[in-house]
């Protein structure tokens, strides 16, 4: 259980980059921002029992929200793992399974590594996706509760139950989504219902099925490119218009969006739009950028995620959101400061809805979920990707200069 310091004020800040602003903290959430008045009474050094903090007018983000993880499957913490098996989706899925024992994965500890690093580089709120599958079934989600709960509220966490191996191809699977669902998994995933189960039709109606059910989100894998991963979003639309589902339904991937001809795109992202279908990226190097401003245009909400961290699919990847932000920045070809703004939003505030907030800002009534670093202003924080000075979430100090106090 945490024992880090409670904030009642955050001094000095800048936030977005605006003119020095105090924020009042309390219950967890932002009270009040106001201008900072630098001739109020002197600071106390010991915010373990005033809870008052000095911002030192630094740059104050809200906590990067990862729209897209999976902190059940990390070897974060462990010594090296050789990449190994063979490659594709179906390759790594085998190479896997093959060694997650061996790694003690699931296992609380490694989760807990990958979540307080996330922590550290100032993500508080993660959607993650967890395997649920026929050889751990739905131990792997309780494993992420406990040592999300672990961290006593450091980060928010919300899971999609995740058929990794399959959903039809794998019998009973579909049945161990539907527990999920109704023990409380936030959403059920999927994957390439097409080219993995080879029949989307059936998988997709599974899934929208459970979730009309138990009210529970849909976010699915969707790798398959071109019109054979443009046709399965359309059966998505379709399927989110007739069950009501709109603004609970992702894709997450969905290569084939950045790579249809204009008007074919153009026609989708409307569609899209129209049914409240929201997606999630993970900034891949050597894909086609999504179109994220006709995306955004279109009312299509985008969220930014690390994808896996460390494990057996890659050794790449370190949690660090910013970092994926500079990517996410250079690859979709932004240089004018607003669309570098745009990105620090994609990878903050306009994520909210991917971890089930009606707001996460730096405003009165947010949670208390603030990033202080040391830019000059949002674009600079958005291209050098500075060392998190402070990290605050739930009211709480959480992480000091590199250095995670949870
Ligand atoms: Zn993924």
């Known amino acids: 259980m945490t024992t880090s310091p409670r904030v009642s004020t955050i001094r000095n800040v800048r936030p977005w980059g605006g003119p020095a602003a105090d924020l009042h903290v309390a219950d967890g959430a932002i009270t009040a921002v106001v201008p900072h008045d630098p001739a109020a009474a002197a600071l106390s050094t010991d915010p373990s029992t005033d809870g008052v903090v000095d911002g030192k007018g630094l740059l104050a983000l809200p906590g990067l929200v990862n729209a897209h993880a999976h902190v059940d499957k990390s070897w974060w913490g462990k010594p090296w793992v050789s990449y190994g098996g063979e490659g594709g989706t179906q390759g790594r899925i085998a190479h896997e399974r093959a060694h997650r024992d061996e790694l003690g994965i699931p296992g609380v500890d490694v989760t807990l590594a990958v979540l307080r690093e996330s922590v550290r580089t100032g993500t508080t709120a993660v959607r993650s996706h967890v395997d649920v599958d026929l050889g751990v079934g739905l131990r792997g989600i309780e494993v992420v509760r406990e040592a999300a709960a672990a961290l006593g509220g450091a980060v928010h966490v919300e899971i999609v139950a995740f058929p990794q191996d399959g959903v039809l191809r794998r019998p009973g699977v579909l049945e161990l989504l539907e ?228």
């Open 179 to 406: 527990q999920a669902a109704a023990a409380g998994a936030e959403h059920v995933g999927g994957l390439d219902p097409a080219s993995i189960d080879r029949d989307p039709v059936r998988q997709l109606d599974g899934l929208f099925g459970i979730a009309e059910r138990h009210g529970v989100g849909v976010d699915v894998h969707l790798h398959d490119g071109g019109d054979l991963g443009a046709f399965q979003i359309e059966l998505m639309i379709e399927r989110t218009l007739r069950a009501g589902l709109q603004g609970r339904v992702n894709v997450a991937h969905g290569f084939a969006v950045g790579q249809l001809a204009p008007s074919r795109q153009a026609d989708l992202v409307a569609a899209m739009g129209e049914a409240g279908i929201t997606m999630t990226t993970v900034a891949p190097i050597g894909a086609v950028p999504l179109p994220l401003h006709a995306l955004r245009d279109a009312g299509v909400d985008v969220g930014l995620g690390t994808d896996g961290i460390r494990d057996l699919w890659s050794p790449y990847g370190t949690g660090d959101l910013l970092t994926l932000t500079t990517q996410l920045a250079r690859l979709s070809g932004f240089r004018h400061d607003e669309d570098l703004v745009t990105a620090a939003r994609v990878a903050s505030s306009d994520a909210a809805r991917f971890v089930g907030r009606p707001v996460h800002d730096l405003v009165p009534g947010a949670p208390a979920d603030v990033v202080l670093v040391d830019a000059e202003n949002v674009p600079d924080a958005v291209v050098r990707a500075p060392r998190r000075a402070l990290v605050v979430a739930g009211g709480r100090v959480v992480a000091r200069d590199g250095e995670v106090l949870v």
